[in-house]
Nanobody, 122 residues
Framework: QVQLVESGGGLVQAGGSLRLSCAAS????????MAWFRQAPGKEREFVSVISRSAGTTLYADSVKGRFTISRNNAGNTLYLQMNSLKPEDTAVYYC???????????????WGQGTQVTVSS
């Protein structure tokens, strides 16, 4: 089992930036594919980005491509999401997740953090 804790969320003005972090513990971090998802009120949890075990491959949702960057530090057991040019529609609870395959479906991830709130004002 791996435990995941997100941090770095907050309130930011449109056009601003935030960096989210996800600290992992309990199992070897580098064994897992890691991903970010988000969920806005009244909506299903949606895919944001995923990164492979060695960080050699990344994938982004069309809605964030060019604005967000996913990265990981396996030595520090930490996943990151750098968010630039934020828009009000980015407002959501952001979750990190760990799984065994490079996929974009929420159902394919075994472990989840509790989430961190990101609010973007206009």
């Amino acid at each position: 089992q791996v435990q995941l804790v997100e941090s770095g969320g907050g309130l930011v003005q449109a056009g601003g930036s935030l960096r989210l972090s996800c600290a992992a513990s309990g199992r070897t971090f580098s064994n897992y594919v890691m991903a970010w998802f988000r969920q806005a009120p009244g909506k299903e949890r949606e895919f944001v980005s995923v990164i492979s075990r060695s960080a050699g491959t990344t994938l982004y949702a069309d809605s964030v491509k060019g604005r967000f960057t996913i990265s990981r530090n396996n030595a520090g057991n930490t996943l990151y999401l750098q968010m630039n040019s934020l828009k009000p529609e980015d407002t959501a609870v952001y979750y990190c997740a760990a799984g065994w395959t490079f996929v974009v479906r929420t159902s394919d991830y075994e472990y989840w953090g509790q989430g961190t709130q990101v609010t973007v004002s206009s």
